[in-house]
């Protein structure tokens, strides 16, 4: 560094000659010594900062001064010294320390700081913790869990024990009014702490907390849920055997709604859209700054305003068919053949086992022919034990497969106009069919009550016919008689029906719901700086401000609190078109089934009737007598002496499966808000 020496002596003495009455030589009077040091910029070594939990002590006495004067001496002021200095350089003067004093009145009431926002983890309050320079962050939304984040400071050296807070509730408070601690609370979070770890840098721990809204829903009654909602579950539309969480998905699908949990943790629904709402929040330019406002619209390819379904139910017809069998060998064959007649067991067992998988419903059986002259030959002996024949009526039971085909098509008309054209969304296609077992209609096994002739009760008593007593086992009976294209009636297996409805009403709510989805994804956010709105999701919010104005449902809420930061964020959801033409009404009543075409029930077919020739004199079933005139003669098995006889073919129409196809509209009415949005500051 320089060292600058200035001298003054009596010759230069403040920069003239000096003069004191009497001339003395000159001498030194005084030397100074200067020395000039380089001066840098002062910079913030060391921040101070003093935390007051909750009371500040008042101010009181710490130092005083006291001056005491002995004796006073004026002395005229003269002129000692003049000293003349040159800067070569002149640095400006800088703020180095700026001391803050506050006074307070010993007399005036102590006050209390009140806090931001009083954070409670587990029932115990650590608003004391809580380092608002990190800031706590709280968000809510449709649809999603509620979450919030926030860091604590513990003391140094202290243990943490990070797992300990895991699973513990936590509650955030706010008060109503900040600067009153005895103002209410206002809960603004209600959930447990998902994650806490520690972060190095800020030397505190972050928590990361949830309200699980996917597990608390998840637990709740089911029945409960579906009432509150008005929602619809179907296995034939939704995941079969869904449970928990996965249930509630499921279930939503079908309402054009949100589920979930208040700030205050109670759970709560509301459906979508504002028509017919009170408004509950409304906000204007004082409220939200004009920078603090976006508003975004929906893009072109998120519109869906057609969906279509595809619907399928199997059942089945349970048709009965009905024929008549005879087959008698004639008189004429009975002496000429050779053959003789067949034994009545071997005719019984072909007539209820023969013609499967037909049943005889009733039969009877034709005698040999009785003592007496027949031309030229005579009978003097009549064979009890063996039968000419036998005529049966039959019935066959068929499970006819059903199949009911629906084409529905779910459309919006106030979308299809805005847009111009009809944009396809998901396609659905659902099926489902009975469970009905068709061998427990078609597959039975009779019980016969035989009828026999009329002999002393020693004697034997061959059979002359019988009928069914019933069945061995139970048959399967029809859920209700279906009308049929032809004017009939038909009984049917629809044990799946209800089932089916509520599938079918399912769908189309299903479709409704991707539909209105997709138009309500108009935004505005808007942030109202140092004030905490105490809001819900799901409430109606007017935002009435010079640039947008528009009624819309609140479906997010952000709260930002922190050193200085007492913040909401607000967005709303608005549907919204380009459409004023009129709105559809909603209906959503399912159509009438249609008429089966299907010929009715106990169709009757005809089967080849084999008789032989009888005389004038011949006898009919059982012991009485028949005149039928001379026709053919009739082929038989010869290895069992059985009639060959067989029932007629079955038509395809009534075994093969039947379709009933139908189709269907139904259109969503859309919820049309009014976005004024104008372009200025």
């Not at 002999?455 to 086992?473: L, N």
Request: aromatic share 8%; with cysteine; glycine share 6%.
């Amino acid at each position: 560094m320089p060292l600058n020496t200035y001298t003054i002596n009596s010759h230069t003495l403040g920069g003239a000659p000096a003069s004191f009455g009497t001339h003395y030589p000159a001498r030194k009077l005084l030397t100074l010594r200067q020395s000039v040091y380089v001066e840098r910029p002062a910079r913030k070594l060391l921040t101070l900062r003093q935390w007051v939990a909750f009371r500040v002590t008042p101010a009181r006495r710490l130092l005083t001064l006291r001056q005491q004067v002995v004796q006073t001496v004026n002395h005229p002021a003269r002129k000692l010294l003049t000293l003349r200095q040159v800067v070569q350089r002149r640095v400006p003067a800088r703020r180095l320390l700026t001391l803050r004093q506050q006074v307070f009145d010993p007399t005036a009431p102590v006050t209390t700081k009140v806090p931001a926002a009083r954070v409670v983890i587990g029932r115990k309050d650590v608003t004391g913790q809580t380092k608002l320079m990190s800031q706590i962050v709280i968000n809510h939304g449709e649809d999603q869990p509620s979450t919030a984040a926030f860091h604590l400071r513990f003391e140094v050296n202290a243990p943490i024990s990070i797992p300990a807070f895991h699973g513990k509730t936590v509650e955030i408070y706010t008060y109503t009014d900040p600067t009153d601690a005895n103002s209410e609370l206002e809960r603004l979070f209600t959930g447990e702490v998902n994650d806490a770890r520690y972060d190095r840098n800020t030397r505190a721990v972050v928590f990361d907390c949830s309200n699980l809204r996917g597990e608390q829903l998840g637990e709740e009654d089911q029945q409960e849920l579906l009432q509150l909602t008005q929602a619809v579950y179907s296995e034939m539309t939704q995941k079969e055997g869904a449970e928990g969480n996965e249930f509630v998905n499921e279930m939503m699908k079908t309402v054009a709604g949100s589920l979930g949990y208040t700030r205050e943790g109670d759970l709560y629904y509301y459906s979508w859209g504002t028509d017919g709402k009170p408004v509950d929040w409304t906000f204007t330019d004082a409220d939200v700054h004009r920078k603090d406002i976006t508003v975004d619209f929906q893009t072109r390819d998120q519109i869906k305003n057609t969906v279509s379904i595809s619907l399928e139910y199997r059942y089945y017809a349970l048709r009965t068919v009905t024929t008549t069998v005879k087959g008698v060998k004639g008189l004429q064959d009975f002496f000429s053949d050779g053959k003789g007649s067949f034994l009545r067991e071997s005719l019984v067992d072909r007539i209820q086992n023969g013609f499967s998988p037909w049943f005889a419903i009733d039969y009877e059986l034709y005698n040999t022919p009785p003592v007496g002259k027949y031309g030229n030959i005579g009978v003097v002996r009549q064979r009890l034990d063996r039968g000419m024949g036998y005529t049966a009526n039959l019935e066959r039971y068929i499970a006819q497969p059903v199949t009911e085909h629906y084409e529905i098509t779910v459309t919006a008309p106030q979308s299809v106009r805005a847009y111009r054209k009809e944009v396809k969304g998901t396609a659905l296609s659902f099926a489902i069919e009975s469970d009905f077992d068709t061998a427990t209609f078609e597959d039975r096994e009779a019980v016969y009550a035989e009828q026999t002739m009329q002999r002393p009760a020693r004697w034997t008593q061959w059979p002359t016919g019988g009928t069914i007593e019933r069945w061995a086992d139970a048959v399967a009976t029809a859920t209700y008689l279906a009308p049929t294209t032809d004017g009939g009636q038909i009984p049917v297996a629809d044990d799946k029906r209800p089932l089916f409805n509520a599938g079918f009403g399912a769908s189309v709510k299903i479709a409704a719901k991707e539909i209105i989805q997709s138009h309500r994804q108009n935004y505005i956010d808007i942030v109202c700086r140092k004030r905490i709105i105490p809001a819900q999701i799901g409430q109606v919010a007017h935002i009435n401000t010079r640039v947008p104005n528009a009624v819309g449902q609140i479906t997010g809420l952000t709260y930002i609190i922190g050193d200085g930061i007492r913040d909401t964020r607000v967005r709303t959801s608005i549907s919204y078109m380009d459409d004023n033409g009129t709105v559809p009404a909603p209906t959503w009543d399912l159509p009438p089934v249609p008429a089966l075409e299907l010929l009715q029930d106990r169709t009757a077919i005809t089967s080849p009737m084999i008789e032989g020739s009888l005389y004038s004199n011949g006898w009919g079933p059982g012991l009485s007598a028949q005149a039928t005139p001379l026709i053919r003669s009739i082929n038989y098995n010869t290895e069992d002496s059985s009639l060959d006889v067989s029932a007629g073919e079955v038509p395809e129409q009534l075994i093969d499966e039947a379709e009933t196809k139908a189709a269907h509209t139904f259109e969503v009415p859309l919820e049309n808000a009014d976005i004024t949005l104008i372009n200025g500051w």
